[in-house]
């Protein structure tokens, strides 16, 4: 479980992560480096999520290394689907990990958003859907592994 408290947030426990792939953990469908290491340590306070549509084909070869539930989105509205999966999981206890148009409402649903700008860029919907903005995926996982930069940063 990853917990922290920050003033004007109260005390908020993750159980889980949810994450997008491509243009978060990934680019072109690729893991971007360090990522492997940091779900690995992440895996072990929380359950890790990766939700994708799969676009490249890569993801489960991709993740193989570290504990992770894949949910491959199959519908239309991937943003509906990612958001009721959040849902699904209990909001309070989510953090939700994003950078991509379609990942707007569940960064804003779960009880902790962080978008990521990336190599990819950012959608502006859900940069301003987010908590927490860091400028690639390694920054939002280490604040994630850092319960205490991550207070610091909600502070502020």
């Keep these: 479980m990853i917990i922290f408290e920050a003033h004007g947030w109260g005390r908020r426990e993750i159980e889980h992560v949810v994450?997008?792939?491509?243009?978060?953990?990934?680019?072109?469908g690729m893991l971007e480096e360090g990522v492997d290491?940091?779900?690995?340590?992440?895996?072990?306070?929380?359950?890790?999520?990766?939700?994708?549509?799969?676009?490249?084909g890569t993801?489960?070869?991709?993740?193989?290394?570290?504990?992770?539930?894949?949910?491959?989105?199959?519908?239309?509205?991937?943003?509906?689907?990612?958001?009721?999966?959040?849902?699904r999981l209990g909001p309070l206890k989510v953090a939700a990990v994003g950078a991509g148009r379609n990942d707007a409402q569940m960064v804003k649903e779960a009880a902790l958003g962080i978008a990521i700008i990336?190599?990819?860029?950012?959608?502006?919907?859900t940069l301003e859907a987010a908590d927490v903005v860091c400028v690639d995926i390694?920054?939002?996982?280490?604040?994630?592994?850092s319960p205490?930069?991550?207070?610091?940063?909600?502070?502020?």
């Design 19 to 28: 994450l997008d792939f491509n243009g978060t953990l990934a680019t072109d």
């Design 37 to 56: 290491q940091r779900l690995q340590k992440l895996s072990i306070r929380a359950r890790v999520h990766i939700c994708s549509a799969d676009f490249y």
């Design 59 to 87: 993801v489960a070869d991709q993740t193989r290394h570290f504990e992770a539930a894949l949910k491959i989105l199959k519908g239309t509205n991937q943003s509906q689907e990612k958001v009721e999966f959040v849902r």
């Design 118 to 125: 990336g190599r990819e860029g950012a959608s502006t919907r």
């Design 138 to 145: 390694l920054d939002a996982l280490d604040l994630l592994l």
């Design 148 to 156: 205490k930069r991550l207070a610091a940063t909600l502070q502020r």
